[in-house]
Every structure is written in structure tokens, then in C-alpha cells.
């Protein structure tokens, strides 16, 4: 049978122009499912990087949001480098996860900076660096700010080209003191050029015969190691050979374009312009491939006009070069480039960047993950409807079932429809998410069974969906020296939509273990006097609700993923390791923050400790919050002022109103120097704490003697309270 699947290698120019013209153009795009593998989320557009490095736009200003772009046009999203690809077994190789397969590829996977022989001993001392991966290059440039004086040793940038000498003039810009050297063949610059380096006080150097601070490399451009090793044909900048139909002569179905392809009867420099230009006729043959009619062929220009910013203190102006010929600078070519860079990257801002389609389904509006759990009071009113009151009043993360006197067994279940694109790393992350009832239990994964819904597609397709989440699942439950013991899987009968693999639903039940006596920690057993510590910053909901809205999350992106893929296993572990010193229990109470938010889940806390404390004939107990404690991702509160929020913001905000209308003196949850905030501050630090999380943190009431003990990797956010 016949397996369909075409995959982008890379995040470059003209594969994010690809999705652009698909999402505008939905009739253009293949019917087969598409994926897109790329080292980054966020590609830099590297005409207008210079810019950012000479403080005139900011970094976001520059850069195209690769994974919110994938959303929008229905692309499966594979954040990941491609380590080779094996082009007999149609096979991607990826780092520390299961390959790919493909039926069909698109190769556009730019091109990285070459490192001069001479340069290699400085860039292994990090003494050097290179121009790319941009974002790289852009955090090690501003840690030099601090050192723009006159006194200190100069930065050289290396490069004979184009883009070494803007981004000269770019920090010039950037660092009006301290000396600047262009280590370059002064014979291959234009005198008009050169003599405006020398105005700029850039001076240029043949030979590195002096005491330097850093070296800056823009070296030319060559393809990556895992490139350069397969036997493609390539010119003698290690770009692909591609025909006038952009395809490969070596192997059927592979389109090469970008920096890292040439025609073979069109040669021409490495050129964002022609990235772009290319992908006209690059959509079309992609349609026209895979339903096996003849081809388009392109004829690219061979000279671009090519303009350089020269970034002067006043009245910006820039250089035209075309062919041996260098005009200006002119401020009539800088507007002329702003207007060009700024067209093209306000094609990739719009809010409307939804592609337009007739099918219907569940929205993909719709917040997924633990934000697609039903409403707190839609559980709760099913629950004492169907006799099951003890499971609205007294909820618990795990239960028990199984003892032997010493060792107790535990069990929880938890799923829910795919949070990502990606299959493997949404099995991974919902695998985690499971595993965090047991650790909110103080218990250990042991094993794991697994319930699968798959969307109804094209079988080998439906199996690599399949293997991908399988192998998401069993290598997360054997790094926690777990056992995956089976499952059961079918098919769903709703219409699914592309990306194909967001038709994904996951439930896991999972097996954890208390060993050598321990009991399991309850909700209901805070004690008056208690602090409550996180593990973790909120805001994960707001942060998907954001890329929804295609708003730039890079600033919190990496954090947050990383935070999603992270097992807090550790923690549980570190606490039995500091309760075998003290000979004692650090934990009375314990939860995890998911699907109800922080405020939903405390609400649990405090109603089954009540509850439990008034069988018991004990005091009732409240809780009072710190706001300013709670940690956020970075942008968060950004987006919070926006009016960002998951759709399950409203019913969770149901659960705090209901909490904050009763009387101060009675209300189970209270805020610290609540009179001395302001409205708008106040409604900001809730809507965090309304938030619903997935893989969120875990949540602890212990003696407040274990705070120094515990500092490191939990925070304290309150306290518990006599009512």
C-alpha cells in the first residue's frame, strides 16, 4: 500500500513562503498529509537581521513565526535538526527521536556558515563565532554591548562579502566606541564602499596580527555536515543541482530550492530573492508531482539588486549594487528596502492568517490538552447526579489498588485530544501529563497502558501516526524505568482535518508504586499552619491561546516546551531523600495544577481537607495567596493585557467567582495586600491563576520548617490559614 507524505526540511525562506501560499491558497496544496521538520520555531528574515543587530527594529520584528504558520495551513510541525536522511529508505534521521518517513520532499534547509580553516582552533575556544543559526549569533553579540569603549580590544568581523560589510556598519551602529576591524580582501570591495567603511571608522585588515576581543565570521555559506556526505550532485558551494523543475537528478520526488539548491542551468548567487520567487513554481509542481502530470520549469534571473543599510547616525541611507555597479548611498534606496522588508514580513503578521476551508469539525480555535477537560461544574453536577458524590467532594489525583503491607499500588488515568502536531512529542508530553497524578501521590511510574484514537486516514499514513505515538509513549515510560504493558486503540468517526495528526487522542493509565511504607499524599490533609509551594510558573493555556492568534511567543517558547517534555520526578524523589534525614514527612497535602488552573485545584485541596477535618472534629482551614509570588512565563502577562485566554478561562473563572462573592471573613481563598492593588493588577494576577495547564506544576502543603530546604526547586505562593 502506498504510503503519502510529504515533509519540508527546513524552516527556510522558501518553505515558510510554501505554507504562506498554501494557507492563502488552500486549492494548491497537495491532498496528501504534509509536515514540516525545523531546527527553530521562529525563523529570523535574514535581510532585515542586520537591523536588528544595529538596534534600529527589534528581534521580533524580524522574525516569522514558523510553527504558528504551520498551524494556520494545516502542516504538522516538527520542531527537531535533521541529523541525515536516507534517501533509498525514504527515511529522515532526527536527533534522539524516531525517524521519518516520507513519499515525497522538499529540501530547503538554508545553508551554514563555512569556518575557515584557520578560524576552527577560535570557534572550538569560543573565541569565534559564526553569522549563523542568527539567533546564536544575536545572544553572543549583545554580551559584548558591555564592552563598547574605547579601551577595550577590538571585535573583527571576518568577510569580504555583502553581508559581512553591513553588518559592520550595523554595529558601528550598535557600538558608537569601541574599535571595529573588517578582516577582508580589500580587493573584491568596491573603493566607494571601502571609503565609506573608513568614514564609519571601520578600519580593514588583511592579516590577524593584532590583540582582538571576538571574531565575528561571515565566511560564505556551505550546506550542513549530513548534506555534504550524500552522493548528490553540487556545485562547488556544496548546493544541490536541482533540474529547471527544481527537482533532483539522483532520486524521484525531491524538490531542492532556497540557499541550498541551484539550477544546474541557471547559476546564480545564495539570494533571499530568489528563495522567495522560487515558490510560485515550486507550489505548483508540488500538486502537479503527486498527481503525476507534467512539470513547470522556472527560469530564475541571474542578477538581483542587492541593497546594503549602511545605518548612519541621521537620515538613514543604503547602497544599490547591481552587477559591478554601486550607487548612493542614497536614502531613496533605504526606503525602497524598508518598503520591500516590510511588505514582505507583514505578509506573515496578519491575525487573519487562517486558511479558508469548507470543512467542518471542531474548531482548531478549540485549546487542546488539559484545556480540553469539561467544566469543574459540569464534572461535579455528573457526579453526585450519578451517586458518585465522594468523587466531587473528596478527589483524589491517584488510588489505591493493591497493598501487600509494605508496598501500596497506585492508579490514575488521564488523556486528552492532541496539544500538538508533532505525534511523538505529543505522546511524550501526554505521557508526562499522566505520570504527574502519580507524582502529585508521592508515587513512582512503574507501568503504563495506553488507549489510542486515531483519525481515519490512508492506512500507512494511520501507522505512522500510530508508531510515532507509540514510540512517544514507550521511550517516556521506559526513562522512568517503567513497563508499557499494552493498550487498545480505534478508529474515530469524526471528520478530521489536517494536520491529520492533531485527530490524536491519547489516554494513558498509569501504575505507580509507594515503597517500604510510605503513604500516599491526599488533598485532604493540609494542616493550619502549612505553607503551599509550586514546582513550576504558570501560563501554559495562555501561551497556546496565543499561538492561536499567531501573536510571537518566542521569548517564552523554549521554556515552555522544555518544561513540557521535563519529568518532575525528581522532585518526588529529593523529597524522600530529605525525609529519610529528618525522619519525618515533609508533604501533608499534594496536587497537580492542570485543567481547572491553579485556583480549581486548591479549591479541591481546601474542600476535601475541610471535609476530612470536619469528620474529625477539627478547626476549618482557608488558604491565603501571595499573588506576586506565582511565577509566569515570560510573556505571559504580555499576553494576559491582551486578552489572551484558553477556552476554558470562562468556566474556570465560574469556579473564582463563586469563591470570591462570599464574605471576606468566610471565603475559603484570600489574598495577601489584596486592598492595596489595583483593579486591572488584581484581575491580571487572577487570570493566571485561572489558567488551565498541561504537564503543570505540582502543588505541596508542608510544615513551613521545610521552605529553606525545599527553596531550590520550589516556590512558596501562601499559606495555610485557621478559617
Known amino acids: 500500500m502506498t504510503f503519502n507524505h510529504l515533509v519540508l526540511i527546513g524552516g527556510g525562506h522558501s518553505n515558510v513562503s510554501l505554507l504562506k501560499k498554501w494557507l492563502m491558497f488552500p486549492k494548491l496544496m497537495p491532498e496528501i498529509p504534509v509536515s514540516i521538520i525545523s531546527r527553530d520555531s521562529h525563523l529570523v528574515y535574514s535581510a532585515i537581521f542586520p537591523s536588528v543587530i544595529s538596534k534600529s527594529i527589534t528581534l521580533e520584528e524580524s522574525l516569522i513565526d514558523i510553527k504558528s504558520l504551520a498551524k494556520n495551513a494545516k502542516v504538522s510541525f516538527i520542531e527537531e535538526e535533521v541529523k541525515d536522511i536516507d534517501f533509498n529508505l525514504k527515511k529522515i534521521v532526527l536527533s534522539n527521536r524516531p525517524s521519518v518517513n516520507y513519499s515525497k520532499l522538499v529540501l530547503n534547509y538554508g545553508s551554514q556558515t563555512i569556518i575557515p580553516k584557520e578560524f576552527e582552533l577560535l570557534v572550538k575556544n569560543r573565541n569565534a563565532f559564526t553569522i549563523k543559526p542568527f539567533l546564536r549569533a544575536y545572544e553572543l553579540i549583545k554580551k559584548e554591548d558591555i564592552f563598547d569603549s574605547i579601551n577595550e580590544l577590538p571585535f573583527v568581523i ?15 551602529k550598535r557600538w558608537r566606541n569601541r574599535s571595529l576591524k573588517l578582516l577582508c580582501d580589500s580587493r573584491k570591495i568596491n573603493n566607494t564602499i571601502l571609503k565609506s567603511l573608513r568614514n564609519f571608522n571601520i578600519d580593514l585588515v588583511e592579516k590577524l596580527n593584532f590583540d582582538y576581543g571576538k571574531i565575528l565570521l561571515c565566511t560564505g555559506n556551505t550546506s550542513p555536515l549530513w548534506a555534504q556526505k550524500k552522493l548528490l550532485d553540487s556545485d562547488s558551494d556544496g548546493r544541490i543541482i536541482t533540474n529547471q523543475n527544481l527537482q533532483i537528478k539522483s532520486f524521484s520526488g525531491i524538490f531542492a530550492v532556497g540557499d541550498c539548491a541551484v539550477v544546474c542551468s541557471s547559476k546564480r548567487p545564495a539570494s ?22 507534467s512539470l513547470q520549469k522556472w527560469f530564475p534571473q541571474k542578477i538581483g539588486l542587492q541593497i546594503v543599510n549602511i545605518f548612519p547616525s541621521h537620515h538613514s ?81 491517584s488510588v489505591e489498588i ?45 507501568s503504563a497502558q495506553a488507549l489510542i484514537s486515531l483519525p481515519k486516514v490512508e492506512r500507512e499514513f494511520q501507522s505512522y501516526l500510530f508508531s510515532q505515538s507509540l514510540q512517544g509513549i514507550k521511550s517516556t515510560v521506559k526513562d522512568h524505568e517503567g513497563e508499557l504493558l499494552g493498550g487498545h486503540t480505534f478508529e474515530a468517526r469524526s471528520l478530521v482535518n489536517k494536520p491529520y495528526s492533531l485527530g490524536i487522542d491519547i489516554s494513558l493509565t498509569v501504575q505507580g508504586i509507594l515503597k517500604n511504607g510510605a503513604k500516599p499524599w491526599l488533598k485532604s490533609r493540609m494542616n493550619i499552619g502549612d505553607i503551599l509551594m509550586m514546582s513550576r510558573p504558570l501560563g501554559i493555556g495562555i501561551y497556546f491561546a496565543g499561538q492561536m492568534q499567531n501573536i510571537n511567543m518566542l521569548g517564552s517558547s523554549s521554556e515552555i516546551i522544555n518544561n513540557l517534555v521535563k519529568s518532575q520526578q525528581y522532585l518526588i524523589d529529593e523529597i524522600y531523600l530529605f525525609q529519610n534525614q529528618f525522619k519525618e514527612s515533609l508533604v501533608n497535602a499534594a496536587t497537580d495544577i492542570t485543567g481547572y488552573g491553579f485556583i480549581g485545584h486548591l479549591k479541591e485541596m481546601i474542600e476535601s481537607s475541610n471535609l476530612y477535618r470536619q469528620r474529625n472534629n477539627l478547626e476549618p482551614l482557608k488558604v491565603l495567596l501571595d499573588l506576586f509570588a506565582f511565577k509566569a512565563y515570560p510573556g505571559v502577562f504580555d499576553l494576559i493585557r491582551k486578552d489572551v485566554k484558553s477556552t476554558l478561562f470562562e468556566s474556570n473563572k465560574e469556579i473564582f467567582d463563586k469563591i470570591y462573592k462570599v464574605n471576606k471573613q468566610k471565603r475559603i481563598i484570600n489574598f495577601l495586600n489584596e486592598n492595596s492593588l489595583d483593579q486591572e493588577t488584581f484581575n491580571e494576577r487572577i487570570s493566571l491563576l485561572l489558567d488551565p495547564q498541561t504537564c503543570g506544576p505540582l502543588l505541596i502543603s508542608c510544615n513551613r520548617k521545610y521552605e529553606n530546604v525545599l527553596k531550590d526547586k520550589w516556590y512558596k505562593v501562601g499559606e495555610v490559614v485557621e478559617m
Request: hydrophobic fraction near 45%; glycine fraction near 6%.
Open 158 to 172: 571576518v568577510g569580504s562579502g555583502l553581508a559581512a560589510i553591513e553588518l559592520s556598519y550595523a554595529l558601528r
Open 272 to 293: 533571499g530573492v530568489f528563495a522567495v520567487k522560487v515558490v510560485n513554481t515550486l507550489v505548483q509542481n508540488l500538486k502537479k508531482d503527486i498527481e503525476g502530470r
Open 317 to 397: 541611507k543604503a547602497f544599490a549594487i547591481y552587477r559591478n555597479f554601486v550607487f548612493g548611498p542614497s536614502f531613496l534606496f533605504w526606503i525602497l528596502k524598508y518598503k520591500i522588508d516590510l511588505n514582505f514580513i507583514n505578509k506573515f503578521r496578519s491575525k487573519r492568517l487562517v486558511m479558508k476551508s469548507s470543512e467542518k469539525n471542531i474548531s482548531l480555535n478549540d485549546c487542546r490538552g488539559c484545556a480540553a477537560k469539561i467544566p469543574q461544574f459540569v464534572l461535579n453536577k455528573s457526579l453526585i447526579n450519578s451517586n458518585l458524590n465522594s468523587f466531587a467532594s473528596s478527589p483524589e489525583d
Open 402 to 446: 493493591y497493598q501487600n503491607g509494605q508496598d501500596i499500588i497506585l492508579q490514575s488515568v488521564d488523556g486528552f485530544p492532541a496539544l500538538v502536531s508533532d505525534p511523538w512529542l505529543n505522546a511524550k508530553i501526554t505521557t508526562l501529563h499522566a505520570c504527574s497524578d502519580l507524582w502529585a501521590c508521592g508515587a513512582k511510574l512503574s
